[in-house]
């Protein structure tokens, strides 16, 4: 089964670049069925979705984030990446990645990544 | 962006109740929404989509209905392990959005 996995520093300073990386096991980024996303969670609050990457080289981002935000894929890796620049407290959140099926009739996010705690201080 | 209120943001319900949270959309998603279980620390879990599409495990106490602005998660009768945060999501339209989050908790 497909299994995703978040990585990277859990601290960045402001104006400082967050990078992670979405390592995928049991099945492939060049799947063309899948979008594979980025979202994040403040403590306490809601869920974001912040963009999406396919295999085609394909993206969309949110336009709050998108002056900021890369998403990007490493078919030989077999991971995707975020990376988000300019950084400020209000980017301290919980980032997930997930696989994203687009189906005509049904979608969905499933699995996702465990979560990885970003802080953005000094 | 399409915006997805939840209501109520916060239940307090007994084992055994059957509750439902509502979730309604700023403008008309068709069946494009899925409903997500998160228990803290953990990652949401994927429990309806296409409004009424149960999950392969999700047991059937859990039912969604609803389309075009209107849509509920119903859970017919409340076990210790739903007591959670339940997010609906719209994938309809981009940007993706998620609705507040309604935490369940135990009465």
């Known amino acids: 089964q497909v299994q995703l996995q978040e990585s990277g520093p859990g601290l960045v300073k402001p104006s400082q670049t967050l990078s992670l990386t979405c390592t995928v096991s049991g099945g492939s980024v060049s799947n063309s069925a899948y979008y594979w996303s980025w979202i994040r969670q403040p403590a306490g609050g809601g869920l974001e979705w912040i963009g999406r990457?396919?295999?085609?080289?394909?993206?969309k981002y949110i336009p709050s984030l998108k002056s900021r935000v890369t998403i990007s894929l490493d078919t030989s890796k077999n991971q995707f990446s975020l990376r988000l620049s300019s950084v400020t407290a209000a980017d301290t959140a919980v980032y997930y990645c997930a696989r994203w099926f687009p189906g005509s009739h049904s979608r969905w996010f499933d699995p996702w990544g465990q979560g990885t705690l970003v802080t953005v201080s000094s | 962006d399409i915006q997805l209120t939840q209501s109520p943001s916060f239940l307090s319900a007994s084992v055994g109740d059957r509750v439902t949270i509502t979730c309604r959309a700023s403008q008309g998603i068709s069946s494009n929404l899925v409903w997500y279980q998160q228990k803290p620390g953990k990652a949401p879990e994927l429990l309806i989509y296409?409004?009424?599409t149960l999950q392969s495990g999700v047991p059937s106490r859990f039912s969604g209905s609803g389309s075009g602005t209107e849509f509920s998660l119903t859970i017919s009768s409340l076990q210790p392990e739903d007591f959670a945060t339940y997010s609906c999501?719209?994938?309809?339209?981009?940007?993706?959005?998620f609705g507040q989050g309604t935490r369940l908790e135990i009465k």
């Open positions: 990457v396919h295999t085609s080289g394909d993206t």
């Open positions: 999501q719209q994938l309809n339209d981009y940007p993706v959005t």
């Open positions: 296409a409004a009424s």
